[in-house]
């Protein structure tokens, strides 16, 4: 069957266009119930038995819940003890169109086969698709969309004794499910049913009902609606900004400001700051300047739950105490938020005074968010734990935003409760690669084929050899040298050819993506892709036949590029050394074998390149990095050093900025419209004044008008007295800098190519495909 939708539209042109839009409609969209004789399907999702574990509900039970359940009831539906779950295409569509954490926890649990949720695509079954009526809204027709494929879905599954339960806290979508003899129920109810309700009831978002202000004192000012902020910032009586709280000081924030680089608003107090959290994009208005104040630099903690009025009054005490008249800022105040940055939050329950409470606050682990308000309870077990909670709402009546427990993390102090929470807090991906991701791995054992040698070029006999920290198991660059007849060297890099076992599109592509880069913890490594691909059948290990891609250069005798060529290759690596093996090779005037004598002629030629790039205006700044030596039997940390650097740390460097720098000026040859680089934008003047300041204070002058500039009065800034002076400027000048960008090359003009801190034109990343 089709339906067709025929309009008519004008284009900005002013062109008439009619659009005929037809949807197919099908009666081979199954159920998905096993048992079933009128469906066909051969891997049907649910159990032949499925049932809900609950008090009340007994018998065999398929759950439906609504679109508003979905969006705000995601931590109760990922619950284990919920399964057999038909997720109906309308509800699946508006979730995807209003929320992305709720679409991506949705679709985690569309893929997890124990939890047996199936999307039943209502929208193109025969007999569930509804047209709109003319006087329906959009929300009134999902609704009765949803109605529709629920009852269906009873009658459809009445032969096998199944019941069908709608889950909806709509009460006009649920009085009119009723009447159609659909049973249905709140989604508070349903969880009080259920045999796990304490630990459940703990996770119920909090509806806009049971937050309402009604009847209560307000704290805040009434946050703008969005058509009176848009008039506002045409107008320019609003600015729009990310709000940043401070870390120090619970009564300071400041808002960036979009139009403007490096204008900062200060935003002083509570009520100023009305509700606004840490990434907030606001809208704020500009305060007089008779109001206009200086930051603090007291340190000021939140400390407890006091009546809400009451503190307020309290912060404009204080406020008052601690304003420095001398130093004057523009100061302004939130007047509404444009979009929230509200996320899962770490932190440890703060319990109320009174014994028989159950509405407690929690301690954020960021210091820059709020404390928020739950209600739990299960206090005593909470005690004393890290926990993750979510924001439900923040009303004007309450000085906290109000949530909901998620779970629980594990003990305080626990070091691996801890780094769960360091990975939670920084949004990295750290869960356990899916089935799907896993089936696109090769399997072992793992060889190289005579077709593979046919479609890459042999180096198997030549000496190459890898150079890393201690303990590196994902290798993913080598190096090779040796002097050719007409007195040049011969220079290869060799990176490892993940894409070879990568292709486009696939899961195990996905994943990687969303990981965007390896991260590197104290006693762990959380893994861009999988193991058997880092460690093992990717990573260039010593005296193992591997894929690379690789960048040969001939070299004089300054280190200048004679020619450099690129291929897919096959190597075989001599040596897999750590930069203190390769510098004790190196230094040892006895050892004259072929990856010694390698590694002799790679630290010459990396010296000179080191020299030439500096003497090019690359800048030489300061991060120190401190490595922990970890018990053997205990795995905690026993001693902390700071990263001692050798000269196979820059050798290594050296070689791989020039094989970047040569892929960058290769592909955006071979690709002018369309080639991915990375540039880093030169620092407003403005980012180098507290650098300024601090070199004039020991009585240097810092010029910063060029990268070339700013390295040659770095490298004249040095104090006798303190060795330690001109280290501390190049962290400094670190902090002053800007972000580096990846780019497209047809979207930017060339001339914004340069990357500032390398003083190189144009740059890429082709090096560490393992890791990023």
């Not at 009176?228 to 709280?245: C, D, N, P, R």
Request: glycine share 4%.
């Amino acid at each position: 069957m089709i339906r067709s939708n025929v309009f008519i539209r004008k284009t900005k042109r002013g062109k008439i266009l009619k659009v005929v839009r037809e949807h197919y409609l099908r009666d081979d969209v199954y159920c998905s119930f096993p048992k079933c004789e009128q469906c066909e399907e051969e891997k049907p999702i649910f159990s032949s038995n499925p049932s809900v574990d609950s008090k009340e509900l007994v018998g065999k039970y398929l759950i439906i819940p609504d679109s508003n359940v979905v969006l705000h009831q995601m931590d109760i539906l990922e619950d284990s003890s919920i399964r057999n779950v038909i997720i109906l295409q309308t509800v699946y569509g508006e979730v995807l169109h209003r929320s992305a954490i709720a679409y991506k926890k949705l679709k985690d649990c569309l893929s997890n086969p124990e939890k047996k949720f199936y999307l039943f695509m209502n929208e193109f079954h025969r007999d569930t698709f509804i047209e709109r009526d003319q006087k329906e809204s959009p929300n009134d027709r999902n609704d009765r969309a949803i109605r529709t494929a629920a009852l269906w879905y009873q009658k459809h599954l009445k032969p096998y004794e199944v019941e069908i339960l709608l889950v909806t806290n709509d009460q006009s979508n649920k009085n009119l499910a009723l009447e159609s003899g659909i049973k249905t129920n709140t989604v508070e109810k349903f969880v009080k049913s259920l045999k796990n309700c304490d630990e459940l009831a703990d996770k119920l978002a909090l509806t806009r009902e049971a937050s309402s202000s009604t009847g209560k004192t307000a704290v805040f000012e009434e946050h703008l609606p969005l058509s009176s902020i848009q008039v506002g910032l045409k107008s320019g009586s609003y600015i729009q900004g990310t709000f940043h709280a401070s870390r120090d000081n619970y009564l300071e924030a400041s808002v960036d400001v979009y139009e403007k680089d490096g204008l900062s608003i200060l935003i002083q107090g509570q009520q100023h700051m009305n509700r606004a959290m840490q990434g907030d994009t606001v809208a704020i208005e500009i305060l007089p300047e008779s109001e206009w104040q200086s930051s603090s630099s007291l340190i000021l903690e939140d400390d407890g739950e006091k009546n809400d009025e009451s503190t307020i009054s309290e912060d404009k005490k204080i406020l008052q105490d601690i304003s420095n008249k001398s130093e004057k800022k523009p100061c302004g105040k939130v007047v509404g938020i444009i979009k929230r940055n509200w996320r899962q939050f770490c932190g440890m329950l703060q319990k109320s005074l009174i014994e028989t409470a159950t509405r407690h606050l929690v301690i954020p682990a960021d210091k820059r968010i709020p404390k928020i308000r739950i209600e739990t309870r299960q206090a005593d077990v909470l005690d004393g734990k890290r926990i993750l909670v979510v924001i439900d709402s923040w009303p004007r009546t309450s000085r906290y935003p109000l949530g909901h427990f998620v779970r629980n993390l594990g003990a305080i102090g626990d070091k691996k409760t801890e780094n769960e929470v360091l990975l939670i807090e920084h949004d990295i991906p750290h869960h356990q690669f899916s089935t799907a991701v896993r089936a696109c791995l090769p399997s072992l054992p793992w060889s190289i084929t005579e077709e593979d040698l046919k479609q890459r070029k042999d180096l198997r006999d030549l000496t190459v050899v890898s150079v890393d920290p201690p303990g590196c198991t994902d290798i993913d660059d080598a190096l090779h040298c040796f002097q050719l007849d007409n007195g040049n060297y011969e220079v290869g890099v060799h990176i490892a050819d993940v894409s070879h076992f990568i292709k486009p599109g696939t899961a195990i592509d996905v994943e990687a993506a969303n990981r965007a880069n390896t991260v590197y913890l104290i006693d762990q490594r959380i893994d861009m892709v999988p193991e058997l691909l880092s460690s093992n059948i990717c990573s260039l290990r010593g005296g193992e036949e591997r894929f690379a891609f690789s960048v040969i250069w001939e070299l004089d005798e300054n280190a200048k590029v004679v020619n450099v060529k690129f291929t897919k290759s096959i190597i075989k690596s001599k040596a897999a050394l750590t930069y203190a093996e390769a510098q004790m090779r190196i230094d040892d005037s006895q050892q004259t074998d072929d990856v010694t004598k390698s590694l002799r002629l790679l630290n010459k030629l990396a010296k000179i390149l080191k020299q030439e790039r500096i003497k090019q205006g690359s800048l030489t700044l300061a991060s120190p990095e401190v490595r922990f030596h970890m018990d053997s039997e205990t795995h905690d940390p026993i001693e902390v050093q700071t990263k001692q650097l050798l000269e196979t740390n820059s050798m290594v460097e050296e070689f791989m900025l020039l094989a970047n720098i040569a892929t960058a000026k290769k592909i955006y040859d071979e690709f002018p419209s369309c080639a991915l680089l990375r540039r880093h934008p030169e620092p407003p003047s403005s980012n180098f004044e507290s650098l300024i300041k601090s070199a004039e204070s020991k009585g240097f002058t810092l010029n910063v008008t060029s990268g070339k500039m700013l390295a040659e009065s770095l490298e004249k800034s040095v104090l006798e007295s303190n060795s330690y002076f001109n280290t501390m400027l190049r962290i400094m000048a670190t902090r002053c800098m800007l972000q580096a960008l990846y780019f497209c090359s047809g979207v930017v003009d060339q001339k914004d190519f340069y990357h500032y801190g390398l003083a190189a034109p144009i740059y890429t990343h082709f090096t560490s495909p393992i890791r990023r």
